[in-house]
C-alpha cells in the first residue's frame, strides 16, 4: 500500500466531499471513492437501518442492493450489525465467503452465491450520531486484509463527517424553505380573510390538526391555489 498516494487520494476526495451540492451527490462521491481508493473494492454501498429495515443510499452495483436485502430477509450479516453497532464494534470484516462462518452462518454461503468473494462493513459516525454502515464489496476471497481495513476506516471517518455536514445543510435549507412557505400562506390568509398574524397561524393549526395534514403541506396548498 502506497500511503503517501492515498494521503494524497483522500486529500482530493475530503475536497470533492465539501464541493458536493446535495446529500445524495456527497453520498455518492463516498460510495465512489470507496471503489477508487480501496484495494480491491469492486462495488460499495452505505446501508442505513431503520428500526428492522434496511435502506441502501448510493449503491455501486446491484450486488449492493443484494446484499442488504438478503440482510434484512436473514436478520444478520457484517453491514447489518456494523449499522445497528450492537455489539460496540466499528468494523466487520469477512475475508473469504466460501468458508464456514458461525458469525453469520445464513448469510456468509447465499451472499457468496449473489458473487460476493469478501466484504468489509465500517460504522459510519460522527460524536453526536451513528449514520449507518459504508460497506465494500469484493468478488474475489481473500481480498480485503488489515491493510484494506485501515484504507477504509480512514475514509469512513473523512465520509461521516461529510455525510452529517450535508444532511444538516439540507435539514436547515428545508426549514429555512418550510418557514418561508408558511409565512406566504398566512399573508395569503390575513389578505382574504382580514386576519392578525396570530390568528391566521391559528387557522393554519387547526387545519392541520382536523385533516391530519403536515402544517407545511397546508402551507404548500394555500400558496399554490391561493385558498385552504
Aim: with cysteine; charged share 25%; glycine share 6%.
Amino acid at each position: 500500500m502506497d500511503w503517501a498516494r492515498f494521503a494524497q487520494e483522500m486529500a482530493s476526495m475530503a475536497r470533492d466531499l465539501l464541493a458536493q451540492d446535495s446529500v445524495t451527490a456527497t453520498l455518492e462521491r463516498i460510495t465512489g471513492a470507496a471503489t477508487e481508493l480501496v484495494e480491491g473494492c469492486d462495488a460499495a454501498g452505505i446501508l442505513v437501518l431503520r428500526d428492522k429495515n434496511i435502506e441502501t443510499l448510493a449503491p455501486t452495483h446491484q450486488m449492493v442492493i443484494d446484499s442488504d436485502q438478503l440482510q434484512e430477509r436473514l436478520g444478520e450479516g457484517p453491514c447489518f450489525d456494523a449499522a445497528r453497532s450492537s455489539y460496540g464494534e466499528r468494523v466487520f470484516r469477512i475475508a473469504d465467503l466460501t468458508a464456514e462462518h458461525q458469525r453469520w452462518p445464513a448469510y456468509a454461503p447465499q451472499a457468496h452465491k449473489l458473487g460476493v468473494g469478501s466484504m468489509m462493513g465500517i460504522l459510519l459516525f460522527t460524536e453526536e450520531e451513528d449514520l449507518g454502515a459504508l460497506n465494500f464489496y469484493s468478488r474475489e476471497p481473500g481480498v480485503f486484509t488489515a491493510t484494506s481495513e485501515t484504507a477504509a476506516l480512514l475514509l469512513a471517518s473523512h465520509s461521516a463527517v461529510a455525510f452529517s455536514s450535508a444532511r444538516t445543510h439540507a435539514q436547515m435549507e428545508q426549514a429555512v424553505a418550510t418557514r418561508h412557505t408558511i409565512g406566504e400562506a398566512m399573508g395569503i390568509l390575513m389578505g382574504s380573510r382580514h386576519l392578525t398574524e396570530e390568528q391566521a397561524f391559528d387557522v393554519l393549526r387547526r387545519y392541520s390538526q382536523e385533516k391530519n395534514i403536515k402544517l407545511r403541506e397546508i402551507a404548500r396548498l394555500i400558496c399554490e391555489y391561493g385558498t385552504l
